[in-house]
């Protein structure tokens, strides 16, 4: 009788405990962001003065307000989201419904591509966007993304779209793949065009996972912090996201504000726990539609 | 809640098999043959140019000595300017067997205990308790993953902090008469570095193992119940047979990411506290490379220590697809022929 008992709260215990780490790190980040100091989770004075990046720039008022900067990554974010999915339900649709030459080379690329350490590459591209940077129109000066090429909100988008992509072309072929095609053949034998198949009738059935992937896409965008540290020139620059704006509190020579880092850092991330919370249960069908990729 | 069950539920199922496509009404050709490649031409253009050009560049920079200084005069696309010196400078490098060593451990650790370990364990407790549990629990250990890493490594550092501030020192340590409450990231910097990329690291695995382990029939596991399989038997004989797949693909994969993760030791300690005593490969790499440490961005020399990944990489990449039954995977698609 007593052995039934134990093992269950064997169970929780094994799970408790690693997870009381989260919690007592979470608590910590909350109660210094209201405090002027703290000692372990205990405040040594409540203060709203590590808020005040809200209403004034803390550094003066030629750097960008958190709401330039909070509007700068949001653009970010929703711009790959958008080419991400785009991108990868046109690739994947063709991968999963489209005989072609070639087919299975692109095939095996993206799979490879999706396992490889992209990482290892920012050095060159760096150097790409160097180029792309010096291509009018598009290089530079483009209103609100500031452009394609080196130090723009483009610039890094389009870099972790390319990230991004073997992932999402996975994912969507696999929804692809999920889907009879009836209908869709009922519609190329009345004369519709590929596109406008893929536009109309299949894009509208696979809601989920096109939400999912949105979902898992723009997580990854808002919380960027290599991609944009590498191909941003200055993190107060005017192309400057928020995870990089929490690197102005954080300085080798004055003493650290660790207290204000706690509250730009709660102000980034109290938006995606509530998007997370609201979306989870679409963002864990992103499995089963990638299920074939091993998954 | 219902719906999704269902759905995992139904991936159990043989895909029907496709009765379409024996009649060939020899449907467009017309505009058939360009079609693919416009649906493709947008990945093209940007896997050519983020994936080939950089994946060629890193190959010949590692062959020059470009740099910061020498940026613009010299001609690194020019074969004249090619050496194996870099190479030459990574293997007498000193510090490489430290480096090496640093890799192997951070990667079979974390993979180990957290990434698959730990990720089974909360899978396997979360699919086992009361569902609504089971889903705060993994919302939870989430948690990490969708936080700045920038305010999630700080976090790290206040729990790691010196007593009276650390919360670690104060609440456990110190009560329990443990350590001096020194600055445990100075005393103990492996530990630390295991659980900032561990805790983010488990999500991965947990959510594909939770959806995986939800997909098995419910039959299965009431069938051996019924024979009278305690928990534990059912989890090692019943469940864990089952969920082979994703957990192979976790730990390749996984190995993958943790070999050029390096983001959180940056934050985290970068490369210290001791002299290399955290740095890994993929960190060594950035750092040469990137930062203007003692302002010498030594791009040739960076991109060499980026290439021996590259080449672990792509030999990974190609046994994975191997393992994971490639064949069927690309099988032809069963439409375009009407």
Same mark, same amino acid.
């Given at each position: ?29 909350? /109660? ?35 709401? +330039?900067? +909070?509007?700068? +990554? ?8 958008? /080419? ?6 046109? +690739? &994947? ?14 095939? !095996? ?45 483009? &610039? ?36 519709? !065009? ?20 949105? /979902? ?20 107060? &620059?005017?192309?400057?996201?928020? !995870? ?52 | ?68 200084? *020498? ?21 007498? *490098? ?27 364990? %909360?899978?396997?407790? #979360? ?72 805790? %983010? ?67 985290? #300690? ?69």
């Amino acid at each position: 009788m007593l052995r039934s008992k134990l093992k269950p709260a064997l169970a929780y215990l094994v799970l408790i405990v690693p997870s009381s780490l989260i919690i007592l790190g979470f608590l910590w980040l909350l /109660i210094t962001s209201f405090s002027t100091r703290v000692e372990g989770l205990q405040s040594l004075g409540w203060t709203l003065n590590n808020w005040r990046f809200l209403w004034e720039s803390p550094f003066g008022p030629q750097y960008p307000s958190i709401w +330039t900067v +909070t509007l700068n +990554t949001l653009v970010m974010s929703l711009i790959m989201t958008l /080419i991400v999915v785009v991108v990868s339900s046109l +690739t &994947g649709y063709a991968l999963s419904r489209m005989k072609f030459p070639g087919r299975k080379g692109f095939l !095996s690329l993206t799979l490879i591509l999706h396992a490889f350490p992209s990482v290892t590459l920012l050095i060159p591209i760096y150097f790409v966007l160097l180029w792309i940077a010096k291509i009018p129109l598009i290089g530079r000066d483009v209103p609100l993304l500031g452009g394609f090429g080196y130090n723009t909100i483009g &610039g890094v988008a389009l870099v972790m779209v390319a990230f991004q992509l073997p992932f999402g072309i996975w994912i969507m072929k696999g929804f692809f793949d999920n889907i009879s095609w009836d209908m869709e053949r009922s519609a190329l034998i009345d004369g519709a !065009s590929r596109f406008k198949v893929w536009w109309q009738i299949i894009m509208p059935n696979i809601k989920p996972g096109i939400a999912a992937l949105s /979902i898992f896409s723009f997580l990854t965008a808002w919380n960027a912090y290599l991609i944009p540290l590498t191909f941003t020139a200055g993190r107060a &620059g005017k192309s400057a996201v928020l !995870s990089l704006y929490l690197q102005n509190f954080i300085s080798e020579s004055v003493m650290t504000e660790w207290n204000a880092v706690a509250a730009v850092g709660l102000f980034q991330l109290v938006p995606v726990v509530l998007f997370f919370l609201f979306t989870q249960e679409a963002l864990l069908n992103i499995y089963s539609g990638g299920k074939k990729g091993g998954v | 809640m219902k719906r999704r069950t269902k759905k995992i539920g139904e991936r159990g199922k043989p895909p029907l098999p496709v009765l379409l496509g024996t009649r060939n009404i020899g449907f467009s050709r017309m505009r058939g043959q360009l079609a693919p490649y416009a649906f493709l031409s947008p990945t093209l253009i940007l896997v050519t140019l983020f994936f080939f050009i950089p994946l060629v560049m890193v190959f010949i920079l590692s062959f020059t000595k470009l740099d910061m200084t *020498n940026f613009g005069i010299l001609e690194w696309w020019k074969p004249v300017n090619w050496s194996l010196d870099n190479y030459v400078k990574i293997f007498t *490098n000193r510090f490489l067997s430290r480096i090496l060593g640093n890799t192997i451990m951070y990667v079979a650790v974390t993979l180990a205990l957290f990434n698959v370990g730990m990720a089974l364990v %909360i899978a396997l407790i #979360t699919t086992h308790i009361k569902r609504r549990t089971g889903f705060a629990f993994r919302t939870l250990w989430f948690l990490p993953r969708i936080t700045p890493v920038v305010v999630y490594t700080m976090m790290w550092r206040a729990l790691a902090g010196p007593a009276p501030m650390g919360v670690i020192n104060k609440y456990f340590l110190v009560p329990l008469g443990i350590g001096g409450g020194e600055y445990l990231l100075h005393t103990h910097p492996w530990v630390f570095v295991f659980l900032v990329n561990g805790f %983010i690291g488990a999500s991965f695995g947990m959510i594909l193992f939770a959806s995986a382990i939800e997909s098995i029939p419910k039959d299965y596991t009431i069938a051996s119940r019924v024979d009278g399989a305690s928990t534990w038997q059912t989890i090692r004989y019943v469940e864990l047979p089952m969920i082979k797949w994703p957990l192979l693909f976790v730990t390749t994969y996984q190995t993958l990411s943790l070999l050029t993760s390096f983001e959180q030791i940056m934050l985290l #300690t970068d490369g210290g506290p001791g002299l290399y005593q955290t740095e890994v490969w993929s960190l060594t790499a950035y750092h040469r490379a990137l930062t203007s440490y003692f302002g010498n961005t030594q791009w040739g020399y960076g991109a060499a220590w980026a290439v021996v990944l590259v080449i672990i990489g792509i030999v990974m990449a190609v046994i994975y697809l191997r393992v994971f039954k490639f064949r069927e995977l690309v099988e032809e698609p069963k439409i375009d022929q009407l």
